[in-house]
């Protein structure tokens, strides 16, 4: 069978540029699947903070033309081998790409990620290296997936490349006026029932225009049919059903191993657990508050925003400090809202929480090390990675039982002899209460502790099985393209 050829496109990798999760999978999928005999290669943007001095980073070939507006804009085109064996290239353009140090967050976000998308296309008819299938991720990539489908189809280099699109979060759809649809010359792209008037959602033209589309949970993709999860876009996502499917996010199992973690005081494993108490002492002083083995320890890494479920974490985070001995440690950046109220709740109990405010790789290490309880009550997740970075660590999770999650975390009650954390339905704080003093009832029982902490570590969450499943798509889009 021939060998497949595999082009990933992302707007975050890590190490370049990372906000969440996206920059771990768009590196650690490739990377699974050229284990498998794909020829999977990247290409992502060439933001402002990335430092060619930082990378073994050469150019291309000569500047590319891109046609955009009425006239043409060049862009140049880097290359570098990350993590030894993976092929990756990044479009440096000094307006629109790599004028900005930061990922997302600007008013002229669909304009920078439309133009990027405008020069991939431009840049793949230049590579000594034509992929089978474009595998595009969330809505700042949908361009190509909506460009290919509607005009590639006329170009006898382009027709014959297949797509898959990946939603990874759906609440995030990249609407802009229509008048941006001209600025990337695609002004013929219809306009779809699911886009508000005037409007273009780069999300819903992904989904309708791809060959194939995944989210990143089978949980999630049967959510986001209906008007709870689908963001309005749930009419869309019903038509394309017979197209939709749910693969399970991995973790990348070399790089998140508490065993051989230089961020960690003391390395451990499943076998090794009682050394792990040593991290926890650690991250205590750390965090400045007081070194006590026997007080439970929990601890939150995200993002800050109310998909996340701070909403409900805050007033159930209120209820306990108050009535119990528990000690909690906060990591993450995001809407000021959010960072305003976490600095409120240090400041109501400064001798029990601490939160930093930033992103921090190392200390998200050592916390995911060092707690006892990991937090997670989303209003929704598509998969997640964090739930299951914390089970890797032996830190045990209290998540909402939403997509991915639900997936990835078995609730103790509902499995005794299986159970790898705890899970609750309500989005409402009084359930995330209960479901942490569930957790804090078995904490006082070490021995059932433990034995809950070694089947969490247990659990196989690397990216072999679903790099596997990503090939049979890719094989599938290709059959249904043709």
């Known amino acids: 069978m021939k060998k497949l050829k595999v082009l990933i496109l992302a707007a975050e990798a890590t190490p370049f540029a990372k906000v969440g999760g996206l920059a771990d999978i768009a590196v650690a999928l490739p990377r699974a699947l050229r284990a498998v005999d794909v020829d999977a290669r990247l290409l992502i943007p060439r933001y402002g903070n990335i430092r060619s001095e930082d990378y073994d980073f050469h150019r ?99 027709r014959d490349i297949a797509t898959l699109y990946t939603i990874h979060n759906l609440a995030y759809q990249g609407l802009a006026g229509r008048l941006l649809l001209p600025f990337a010359r695609m002004k013929e792209l219809p306009h779809l029932p699911v886009e508000p008037p005037g409007k273009v959602s780069w999300m819903a033209q992904g989904i309708a225009h791809a060959d194939l589309v995944n989210t990143v949970s089978p949980t999630y993709a049967r959510e986001i049919l209906a008007p709870e999860a689908g963001m309005g876009l749930e009419q869309l996502l019903v038509e394309r059903a017979e197209r939709l499917s749910g693969v399970l996010n991995g973790i990348d199992t070399e790089l998140w191993n508490p065993d ?3 961020a960690l005081p003391q390395p451990f494993n499943a076998e090794t657990l009682s050394m792990r108490s040593v991290n926890k002492a650690a991250l205590q002083r750390e965090s400045g508050l007081q070194a006590r083995k026997n007080v439970p320890l929990l601890g939150v890494v995200s993002r800050l925003d109310r998909f996340k479920g701070l909403d409900i ?45 930033k992103f921090d790789e190392r200390l998200a290490r050592r916390m995911y090390g060092g707690i006892d309880l990991f937090l997670m009550p989303s209003l929704f997740e598509a998969c997640g990675l964090s739930q299951m970075i914390a089970m890797r660590y032996g830190a045990v999770p209290v998540v909402r039982a939403t997509g991915g999650l639900v997936d990835t975390v078995l609730d103790l009650d509902a499995q005794p002899q299986h159970g790898t954390g705890f899970t609750f339905a309500s989005f409402e704080a009084a359930a995330l209460e209960k479901a942490i003093t569930r957790a804090l009832a078995l904490y006082s029982q070490p021995q059932r502790w433990v034995a809950l902490q070694q089947r969490g570590m ?19 889009a290709l059959a249904i393209h043709r």
């Open 313 to 357: 974490l805050f007033p159930a985070l209120r209820q306990l400090l108050d009535g119990k001995e528990l000690q909690v440690v906060i990591l993450g950046t995001g809407e000021s809202e959010y960072e305003t109220r976490l600095r409120d709740l240090q400041e109501q109990f400064p001798a029990q929480v601490r939160v930093f405010i």
């Open 458 to 476: 247990k659990m196989n969450f690397s990216w072999e099985s679903s790099a596997r499943t990503y090939v049979d798509l890719y094989r599938r």
């Open 60 to 158: 291309v070939g000569r500047p590319i033309p891109v046609p955009i507006g009425p006239n043409e804009s060049r862009v140049h085109l880097l290359e570098t081998t990350l993590q030894e064996d993976l092929p990756t290239y990044l479009i440096w353009h000094d307006k629109y790409v790599s004028s900005c140090r930061e990922i997302y967050g600007f008013n002229n976000d669909p304009q920078r990620f439309t133009f990027f998308s405008r020069a991939v296309i431009e840049v793949l008819k230049t590579l000594d290296w034509k992929p089978d299938v474009i595998h595009a991720h969330d809505w700042h990539t949908a361009p190509v997936v909506a460009w290919l489908n509607f005009y590639g189809r006329h170009d006898p280099f382009y």
């Open 260 to 262: 051989t973690d230089a």
